[in-house]
Nanobody, 126 residues
Framework: QVQLVESGGDSVQAGGSLRLSCAAS????????IGWFRQAPGSAREGVAA????????YYADPVKGRFTLSQNNPKKTVYLQMNSLKPEDTAKYYC???????????????????GGPGTQVTVSS
C-alpha cells in the first residue's frame, strides 16, 4: 500500500512562490499517475495538475497553467509542484493522490484517484 505525505505549504504574499512536495512511501508498483488537488473553505475540491510517473507527461488546469510546474524525483519517490505568481485565489489545502494508470485529460476528476495524503495548507494574501 502506498502512503502519501504532502509538505511545503505556507503563507505568502501575492506574487510569491512555493514548492509543494508529495512524498510516497511503500510499494510503488502500479502507481502511474500522481495528481494534485486543492480545496478552499466552502468550495469543492478541484484538480490542479497531474504527472505520469513513467514518461513525465504533465497536465495542468487552466487557472494554474503557466504558473505551476510539476516535476518528479523518482529515486526519492517524490513529486514536486512549483507554484509561481501565486494569487489569493490559490489559497487552499493541497492534496496529492495516486492512480494506477497513466494520467489523462480526466486528471481533474478526483474519482479517478485514490489514497490521498493529509494535505498541506497554502495561504496567499493580497
Amino acid at each position: 500500500q502506498v502512503q502519501l505525505v504532502e509538505s511545503g505549504g505556507d503563507s505568502v504574499q501575492a506574487g510569491g512562490s512555493l514548492r509543494l512536495s508529495c512524498a510516497a512511501s511503500g510499494n510503488m508498483y502500479g502507481v502511474a499517475c500522481i495528481g494534485w488537488f486543492r480545496q478552499a473553505p466552502g468550495s469543492a475540491r478541484e484538480g490542479v495538475a497531474a504527472i505520469s510517473i513513467g514518461d513525465g507527461s504533465t497536465y495542468y488546469a487552466d487557472p494554474v497553467k503557466g504558473r505551476f510546474t510539476l516535476s518528479q524525483n523518482n529515486p526519492k519517490k517524490t513529486v514536486y509542484l512549483q507554484m509561481n505568481s501565486l494569487k489569493p485565489e490559490d489559497t487552499a489545502k493541497y492534496y496529492c493522490k495516486i492512480r494506477a494508470t497513466p494520467c489523462g485529460n480526466w486528471f481533474r476528476d478526483e474519482r479517478f484517484f485514490r489514497d490521498g495524503g493529509p494535505g498541506t495548507q497554502v495561504t496567499v494574501s493580497s
